[in-house]
């Protein structure tokens, strides 16, 4: 194929747009996250459920062995990447922001029309699309600050009064808000700044919510019970489950664990040890994105009307398990907080995805109910309309009053009420 021919030729997309060097490195990175999800995937495909009880010959266990040894390298690879194409201090991050002071007076933003949680298809800071949207990772854009969003964000909410938000802005000038995606779109923020200065707020709310023992509680009581009552509905005993989710939250509760978390978590770009980091943005949106972006070969399997109900979830279930094991071979702590996460997704997973991707539609309306309320909190709790983003203790506020709300109706439409069960 000659330059001619190719989508990508030199520095320059097919339209001729000149690409900047960070847009090089993200797509360059993109692929990279394609790789690793073969190899992956093909390792799980070498050591599925079934060899469990089959002894392997000293080849294949050097050759599982090269597989991890490459991955981990590939691992190694994304982790420096990060550094250079994406971290706050990047010489290429500082470029840009540079150039913006520049030409500050001239500068102009388009505001990419916001799409609704229903139609969000998985979105990364490494997709083709986003890299046409983040406005730092191009020399030719410019740093959206959100002051010039005021008259279009949020129906024309003025932030000038909102303490806590500025200050958050301010934070960002100063030295930058760490963040693992970019969800700006997903979550309907007007821009960049928007979504990181919230995202620093709602870190320090969710620090103060979870100090208080009744607020804790009431998090962990009702993730217990919702999870518990969606396996039920899904016709699986929650009991194995139950066990699993109290062990790993034992271990969450241990002292001095969050630096171990942390360095468990770094892989995944995890960049704060905070419950709206972990358990909202890092296990539920990537879980839900994940469900809605299957491998071409679980679809293929869904959608083939002559085999039966009952093979197609075994082969879900063997599918996700194998996932899991080749996960599990990686983990650099085997009794560490991956490992006790497994644990739980190991028996909830399988139950979600063929609630999500079977026969039942009316367990497919159930679970995506609950999807779409989950995603209305998050929507919620990013919204200017919505949330109070004047103090932290009016943001913690907030937040409680929005997660009462959408729970209320989750157990409604679970039959939590009905049954007594609160």
């Known amino acids: 194929m000659s330059d001619q021919d190719s989508v990508v030729s030199g520095q320059t997309l ?239 509760m241990e002292d001095g664990v969050e630096k171990q978390m942390e360095e468990e978590l770094r892989s995944r770009n995890v960049k704060c040890i905070n419950f709206y980091d972990i358990c909202l943005d890092y296990i539920l949106i990537d879980s839900f994105e994940d469900l809605e972006s299957p491998p071409s070969s679980v679809l293929a399997v869904m959608k083939n009307r002559w085999l039966s109900n009952g093979f197609k979830e075994s082969a879900l279930q063997t599918a996700i398990w194998s996932v899991f094991q080749a996960k599990r071979r990686l983990l650099q702590y085997p009794d560490g907080f991956k490992a006790k996460f497994y644990n739980v997704s190991e028996i909830l997973t399988p139950a979600l995805a063929w609630a999500f991707f079977g026969p039942d539609e009316d367990l497919a309306r159930l679970v995506n109910d609950f999807k779409e309320q989950v995603l209305g909190f998050l929507t919620d709790i990013f919204s200017f309309q919505s949330a109070d983003f004047n103090s932290i203790s009016s943001l913690s506020e907030s937040v409680m009053v929005l997660a009462r709300s959408r729970l209320t109706v989750v157990k409604e439409k679970l039959g939590c009420l009905e049954n007594g069960i609160s």
Request: overall charge negative; some cysteine.
């Open 14 to 252: 097919v339209d001729g747009t000149q690409l900047a060097p960070q847009q090089l490195g993200l797509m360059g990175m993109e692929a990279l996250e394609t790789v690793i999800g073969y190899w992956e995937d093909a390792l799980g495909a070498y050591s599925p459920a079934s060899r469990q009880l089959v002894l392997t010959t000293a080849e294949e266990t050097q050759f599982i062995r090269s597989i991890e040894e490459i991955l981990e390298m590939a691992y190694s690879l994304q982790e420096s990447s990060e550094q250079l194409f994406i971290h706050q201090n990047s010489v290429l991050n500082r470029r840009a922001i540079d150039l913006y002071s520049v030409s500050e007076s001239e500068a102009t933003t388009t505001r990419t029309p916001s799409r609704g949680p229903a139609d969000h298809k998985r979105q990364s800071l490494l997709s083709i699309s986003t890299l046409e949207e983040v406005s730092f990772v191009s020399a030719q854009d410019t740093v959206a600050d959100l002051r010039d969003f005021d008259d279009l964000g949020d129906e024309m909410v003025s932030t000038d009064q909102l303490a806590l938000y500025q200050a958050a802005l301010a934070c960002h000038e100063g030295g930058g808000i760490q963040y693992r995606v970019l969800r700006t779109d997903f979550l309907h923020c007007a821009s960049d700044v928007e979504y990181l200065a919230k995202l620093h707020c709602l870190r320090e709310a969710f620090t103060v919510i979870m100090e208080k023992k009744e607020n804790k509680d009431w998090w962990v009581d009702n993730g217990r019970i919702i999870l518990c009552q969606l396996l039920v509905k899904s016709d699986k005993d929650p009991k194995e489950f139950i066990v699993a989710f109290e062990d790993m939250l034992e271990f969450c």
